[in-house]
């Protein structure tokens, strides 16, 4: 950043709140894009939800539930991931499975949904509450937490690694305002995106077939085209990056304090 360069980084952004915190401020510093490619994020359903909101459709966020499963039971035990066994690169078991090392759903997996309802809902978490399940390595394999924002707004956030392979990666978070509500959900490549207004006006996205599977391209295309000099929106950029590396540091802080962790604190 402080070269000049726009920079891509892989979730999650950091591992701890001030490392998250400082490379959001080096970015603003630096007048340059940090790029964290939670691929949902990147998706044109993404960017009409995150509009509802900005546009003021559902009113004020008072309450989000974010669920998110993932078929990776084999990795957060420490096993190889079974499905990429004739592949030349597999992902190692010691960035999943390490506790000393960030292992564990939270930081590997929870990550994309907290980057997709951080940018959509434009919420910061001012504390949270965290228990957590632990996989045959230590870490966490489930993890089900409750949380305030800055704003005062109550979230729940749930996790689990322990989808059967059939099934594979699903999302389902709702987001309710004062004058409406936010639902999507994506499964096995269906996935919907409703807004609901008081007023009953109704909007909804519909998904071309496959639209809503995980598509890790697509923000590697975005930071190509934002290096070739274009005007691009970022959904995951350093301060998001940075609100979520803060919500999971003191998701962890919680599940082994057995209290409840401010952000930052």
Not at 36 to 47: D, I
Not at 217 to 238: T, W
């Amino acid at each position: 950043l402080a070269a000049g360069a726009h920079v891509l980084v892989e979730k999650p952004m950091a591992t701890t709140a001030a490392d998250g915190r400082a490379i959001a401020q080096a970015a603003a510093r630096a007048g340059r894009e940090v790029m964290v490619p939670t691929a949902m994020s990147f998706t044109r359903f993404t960017q009409k939800a995150a509009q509802a909101v900005r546009q003021g459709r559902i009113g004020s966020v008072r309450h989000a539930v974010c669920q998110m499963g993932s078929a990776l039971d084999d990795l957060f035990a420490g096993a190889p991931m079974a499905e990429t066994k004739d592949h030349a690169i597999r992902p190692p078991a010691s960035t999943w499975a390490d506790p000393a090392r960030a292992g564990g759903y939270g930081w590997g997996q929870l990550s994309h949904a907290l980057g997709w309802l951080v940018h959509v809902a434009d919420i910061r978490f001012a504390s949270l509450y965290c228990l957590d399940g632990k996989s045959p390595a230590g870490v966490d394999y489930y993890d089900a937490a409750v949380g305030r924002t800055t704003e005062g707004a109550t979230v729940s956030l749930s996790g689990a690694s322990t989808v059967p392979k059939q099934r594979g990666l699903h999302f389902d978070i709702r987001i309710y305002g004062t004058e409406g509500m936010i639902f999507f959900a994506s499964e096995s490549g269906r996935g919907r995106l409703e807004i609901s207004r008081f007023d009953g006006d109704e909007d909804s996205a519909v998904f071309a077939p496959g639209e809503a599977d995980y598509d890790g391209a697509l923000p590697v295309q975005r930071f190509a085209e934002l290096c070739a000099g274009r005007a691009v929106e970022n959904p995951a950029d350093a301060e998001v990056g940075a609100r979520v590396t803060e919500a999971l540091d003191a998701m962890y802080r919680s599940a082994a304090s057995g209290r409840a962790e401010t952000v930052g604190g």
